[in-house]
């Protein structure tokens, strides 16, 4: 009895054994693999930099709109239908074109008038003269007579006074001729604004009227936009009415065109709008491709300040995310958020994410990898 029993605790514990021995075989094959190191990705072909402060000008900038120096309302000048219109909006004009022309009836009919008024007025004048020469040939023709003793001195003051008269009727009728002219003139003047031509050399913006309608004195019926001087009309900050002045430079920016200009402010307007608390300047611009409308970005110098640059292109903008790679001194590549502010000649100042001396991909930023290792120079 005492024999079996043995037999059967010896079989009892050897597999007890085998397994404890199968599962710190397995732990201890775990434990190697949690220790096996991570390969990280090798960044080659970039250009490392360290960031330092930069002096650079500060400046306040704001946003407007390009417009024509001149924009002219086009109107009548008498009233009358509206006879035939010769341009269309966009259409390019010259100045003295002819734009539109009214009913001009009544005109013609007071221009024949003035007219016939005008050669009665010269007839009557013509008459006026021919009878002062003969008072002048009948006086000199009895002042001899008189001289000799044949007529008397009342006789005498008659023919006198018959000169005279003759003088102050050709006089009279020579006024009634310049009036007479003048109110020709007048006609004629008032039968050209039957013709509406263009006061500048520029496009056509707006049309207010059509054939038939019936054009008022005042009322606009076309809007006619220089096309030979613009300037870009900017709202200012209160702030700045006692800063800013006639000549002051400015830099005006219009991205559409991708150009930037240097100019003076030309007009600055001293009132204050309440709404927006802004005043506004005018900076004139001239060069192809300027247009009513554009937007306009304008930079006025307000001194020196540093400031932490990074070039444009480094800048990595990941949807609505905005950063920069980095490099520490291990070479390890991290994807930073930054926030930026004003540009400055290919430049973003950085305004946080980012301090002086940290390292950042300035050139090869399509090859970085967030995570990655930079590769040492010359691999």
Sequence with gaps: MKTILRSGRSKGFRPVGAALLVAGLFLTGCGEKTSAPTQRPVVSGVTVASLAPTVVDEFYEAAGTVKAAQVSDVASRTMGPVTSLMVREGDPVEKGQLLLTLDDADLLQKVKA?????????????????????????????????????????????????????????????????RAAAALAEARILLGFARVTSPVKGRVTEKRTEVGSMAVP???????????AFQAELPIDESLSGDLHIGTPVTVTIDALDKRYTGRIAEVLPAVDPLSRSFLIKVPLAGPGLRSGLYAKVRIARGKREALLAPRAAIVEKGQLTGLYTVDGQGLVTYRLVRTGKSYDGQLEILSGLKPGDRIIVDGVLKAVDGGLVAPAGR
């Excluded at 003035?114 to 000199?140: C, S, W």
């Excluded at 006074?161 to 102050?168: D, E, G, K, P």
């Excluded at 005042?218 to 030979?228: A, H, K, N």
């Design 114 to 178: 003035a007219e016939a008024a005008h050669r009665e007025a010269a007839k009557a004048m013509e008459a006026a003269r021919q009878g002062r020469e003969l008072a002048d040939v009948t006086y000199e023709r009895y002042k001899r007579m008189y001289d000799q003793k044949a007529i008397s001195r009342q006789e005498m003051d008659q023919f006198e006074t018959q000169r005279q008269v003759a003088l102050l009727e050709q006089e009279r009728l020579q006024e009634a001729v310049s």
């Design 218 to 228: 005042g009322m606009p019926l076309l809007r006619v936009e220089s096309t030979t």
